[in-house]
């Protein structure tokens, strides 16, 4: 019933005889929110990099929404409404959180193809960041520049930044990483108040998130899909257990 | 009025506030402030109190011009160019050609040279555009390198080694003549630099401004958020081409001779050291920048060259220490730090 | 012999002395990423050396040169104590600047000692005139030229591959932080390659003076090659300087004895489609 809206199929890459992407196929209905697991240095960030088009693939095909994007560039890619956050946060620093938001909104809309008018005169794409803030509590800090952020805000600001491309597939990296305990309470509140009509694909190693968030986990080791299943599943999966060293499935810790 | 309906409308009412707060604070960055109304002030000075200078403040206008060309891709996107001077050189054989060939006319020249260099540097910023780092910059120092050897080579069009020989400009408007005070010359040249300066302050401001800005903060986000880094470079590389190349035109046409050196690793190095001066990514960086270095290189004009490049040595090791944003990143801080308690 | 032997010849003399010139600066840029534009300024101080000794104090040409690779290597250790070490993390803008400011000072430093002429210099007898070859002019020195270098390339070569130093440096210039991570004192192996890279420099100075001459210039002039040489050949690799410093040294020489009206613009052009095809470098990485 429900459409495909990001299909990767048969993707490989590979570094001279390092192979970080081996026959990778996954289907992710619109509106899911399917969760990427896996062991340090398993390939994760390399598949959002492959799906994102910083990466080119030496085969396999990308299709979104039925249309094949595998010779897109990024740019092409995020219009089309694939976008995705980073693990280590990629903002700009000297740019105060409502400049930034503004920048992306601007990209889509094109305004920033005009020169010759002054940013305050485009009062609906200032409007339109300012509510995106606003859905993730930033408002009170948007004036001041990114470098001055908490961490926990500025990992909100990512996911600000993606939601001004009016993303159809988000592809959160590790959204939680390094935001202490205390402060991810906003952080959770923003990745539930996303909308069902955006697809979600986030990568995370926080457990709580992906039972929390997650109705299917896909579980990449060492460049390939081991397995997937729903999350009740994969924690109960003998192989999954050994993957991981043994370790009870709680939160793993990350860096 | 039900209580929701009127919740509903403090709600918008509120939310209207706060996002007008935020078009306030937008707007807010785009004031004109008094220093930059006290630093247009102080252009017209030298008419008033040092006019035996009027000749050397035209030069400090045209390279401030310069200058401000090199801030659009250097402060404002991040690219370092070793050869600027290629569009500065561009224009200054322009409006030398089109002189000689018997068309003096003043602005036409400007606007053609402005074109002939925008053209170049569109051509150029195909290759620019898709490199970065040591390739990029050793690419913008070859381009420049080989048109020098081409114009030098060339002689029979450039003149080679000796300059372009009659070149004559005409009066402005068919009625301000050129004279030896410069007079005519810093006017024009104050002009034409307030003019590109609006245009330029205007460009930054925009959201193609924020743009460039956004490349030189995290060129690597820019793709993630659809932008089209490389057209927005090239679009700002042409921009900065053309007005480098209207400067040199204006060159050209206050002095009335055009020589190899418009093409040079010097002028290149020069532009750049005084940008760094003054400080990058704030638009007054090259203006002011341009008239320190000017005005101390005429007052020590008595100095051996050798020696001239011995201070400078020290004055840019001392810059890059100390004051790494130059003469107004350094004002910035001290303001900054009178403004906390 | 066809007159090409002859090119070949003086382009392969005067690639290896940009190869020389070069290695140093390809090295320590490609391990620690610091922009030093004032390598040249180590090479035009191997120069002077060498041109003092002999005028002023009579010391034969042999005997200058290891005193030019020291006096070199011994300045760069001063200078990247003293400046250059607070600034591998600064920006490439700001690591330019601050080199490019040395070069300056270096200049006017010389040409305040020295004056802005030609330094004379009186190759000993050995290594003046040329050898005749199947009707083909060889010079004694550029023959010399190239012999020293190969020997110091072949040295070079066997130093990274088989020694453990050598191993340290392959390492630092492939990933600095794996190699911090492995107990490598990497800012001691940084300062000894900067010597050591500067110490050759210093060297290919002073061989410099007797083919392409030496005036306070040349620290600016002969870095516009090196820069050439670096960023086409790969930066950490030795096998791509020399590669590149071949290409360029032999593509300049045909391109003056061919059309000299077009001068160098052969070298830029090479330089420029290079760098178009191979951004970063013949043999760079990552």
């Known amino acids: 019933m429900s459409e495909i809206a990001l299909s990767v199929r048969g993707l490989c890459k590979s570094f001279g005889s390092l192979v970080v992407a081996s026959d990778i196929t996954l289907n992710v209905p619109a509106g899911a929110r399917y969760a990427l697991i896996g062991p340090n240095g398993a390939g994760k960030t390399t598949l959002i990099n492959l799906i994102t088009g910083m990466l080119r693939p030496n085969a396999g095909r990308i299709v979104l929404d039925g249309a094949d994007i595998t010779g897109l560039a990024p740019e092409q890619r995020a219009r089309r409404g694939l976008v995705r956050t980073f693990q280590i946060n990629a903002l700009f620093p000297h740019l105060t959180a409502l400049e930034s938001v503004t920048l992306a909104v601007c990209e889509r809309t094109r305004a920033v193809r005009t020169f010759w008018r002054k940013l305050s005169a485009y009062k609906h794409e200032i409007d339109e960041a300012y509510d995106i803030l606003a859905a993730l509590s930033l408002t009170a800090v948007c004036y001041r520049p990114t470098r001055e952020l908490a961490y926990g805000q500025q990992r909100l600001l990512e996911i600000a930044l993606a939601m001004a491309a009016r993303p159809k597939v988000l592809l959160l990296d590790e959204p939680a990483a390094g935001v202490p305990r205390e402060d991810s309470a906003e952080l959770f509140k923003a990745i539930a108040g996303l909308s069902r009509e955006i697809t979600v694909l986030f990568i995370e190693h926080d457990m709580e998130l992906v039972f929390r968030f997650a109705s299917r986990v896909i579980v990449l080791v060492g460049g390939r899909v081991l397995v997937d299943g729903t999350p009740h599943e994969i924690a109960s999966d003998p192989r999954v257990r050994s993957v991981y060293l043994g370790r009870a499935m709680g939160k793993v810790a990350h860096g | ?341 | 012999m066809p007159a090409v032997f002859g090119v070949l010849f003086d382009g392969l003399a005067y690639g290896m002395l940009l190869f020389l010139l070069s290695v140093g600066l390809s090295v320590t840029l490609g391990m620690m990423n610091f922009v030093n534009l004032a390598h040249c300024s180590f090479a035009m101080l191997g120069g002077y050396v060498t041109v003092t000794l002999m005028n002023a104090l009579g010391w034969p040409f042999l005997a200058t040169l290891p005193v030019a690779f020291v006096a070199a290597a011994a300045a760069s250790v001063v200078l990247e104590r003293v400046f250059f070490r607070r600034f591998y993390r600064a920006s490439d803008l700001e690591q330019c600047l601050l080199t490019i400011g040395v070069v300056f000072v270096s200049i006017a430093a010389a040409a305040y000692i020295y004056g802005t002429d030609q330094q004379p210099l009186q190759l000993p007898p050995y290594l003046r005139g040329s050898f005749v070859f199947a009707g083909l002019n060889f010079a004694a020195y550029r023959l010399f030229l190239i012999a020293v270098a190969l020997v110091i390339t072949i040295a070079l070569i066997a130093g990274i591959e088989t020694t453990r130093f050598g191993a340290k440096v392959r390492a630092a210039v492939n990933n600095q932080r794996m190699a911090r991570g492995l107990g490598i004192n990497v800012d001691m192996l940084f300062a000894i390659t900067f010597a050591l890279g500067s110490g050759l420099a210093g060297l290919g100075g002073a061989l410099a003076v007797a083919m392409v001459g030496l005036d306070p210039s040349f620290a600016f002039t002969y870095l516009i090659y090196v820069l050439i040489v670096v960023s086409v050949g790969g930066l950490g690799s030795i096998a791509g300087s020399f590669a590149a410093a071949m290409v360029l040294g032999v593509s300049d020489m045909a391109g003056k004895y061919y059309v000299p009206a077009i001068g160098s613009v052969l070298i830029y052009l090479v330089m420029i489609v290079l760098l178009m095809w191979r951004p970063l470098g013949l043999f760079g990485r990552r």
């Not at chain 2, 001077?85 to 068309?103: P, R, T």
Request: with cysteine; net charge positive; charged share 10%.
């Open chain 2, 1 to 341: 009025m039900t209580s929701d309906s009127t919740q509903l409308t403090e709600g918008l009412l509120h939310r209207q506030s706060r996002t007008s707060e935020a078009h306030d604070y937008l707007q807010a960055q785009s004031r004109w402030r008094w220093p930059e109304i006290v630093f247009w002030l102080a252009t017209l000075l030298p008419f008033v109190v040092v006019p035996s200078y009027l000749v050397l403040a035209a030069q400090i206008a045209i390279t401030a011009l310069f200058a401000l060309s090199l801030d659009l891709i250097l402060g404002f996107c991040g690219i370092v160019s070793l050869g600027h001077a290629a569009f500065f050189g561009i224009g200054a054989y322009a409006a030398g050609l089109l002189s000689k060939g018997g068309f003096g006319e003043p602005l036409a020249g400007l606007a053609i040279a402005g074109l002939a260099a925008g053209v170049f540097g569109y051509a150029t910023s195909f290759i620019i555009a898709r490199f970065r780092h040591l390739a990029l910059i050793m690419l913008t120092l070859g381009i420049a390198l080989l048109l020098q050897e081409i114009a030098n080579s060339a002689s029979w069009l450039t003149g080679g080694s000796d300059g372009l020989q009659g070149v004559h400009t005409w009066p402005i408007f068919g009625r301000f003549r050129f004279d030896l005070y410069g007079y005519t010359a810093y006017t024009y040249s104050l002009a034409l630099l307030f003019v590109v300066f609006l245009f330029a302050r205007r460009l930054i401001h925009s959201p193609f401004g924020l743009a460039l800005r956004g490349i030189r903060e995290n060129a690597v986000r820019m793709p993630a958020i659809g932008a089209s880094t490389r057209g927005h470079i090239r679009t700002v590389y042409t921009i900065a081409a053309a007005i480098a190349g209207i400067a040199g035109a204006l060159l050209t046409q206050t002095t009335e001779t055009v020589s190899l050196e418009v093409l040079s690793f010097q002028r290149s190095a020069d532009v750049l050291v005084m940008l760094i001066l003054g400080g990058t990514g704030r638009l007054y960086g090259g203006l002011i920048g341009a008239a320190v270095y000017m005005i101390a290189r005429d007052q020590f004009s008595g100095l051996n060259p050798q020696y001239w490049y011995f201070w400078i040595g020290l004055i840019l090791i001392a810059v890059v220490m100390l004051l790494p944003n130059g003469i107004l990143g350094g004002l910035s801080l001290l303001v900054r730090r009178r403004e906390k308690p």
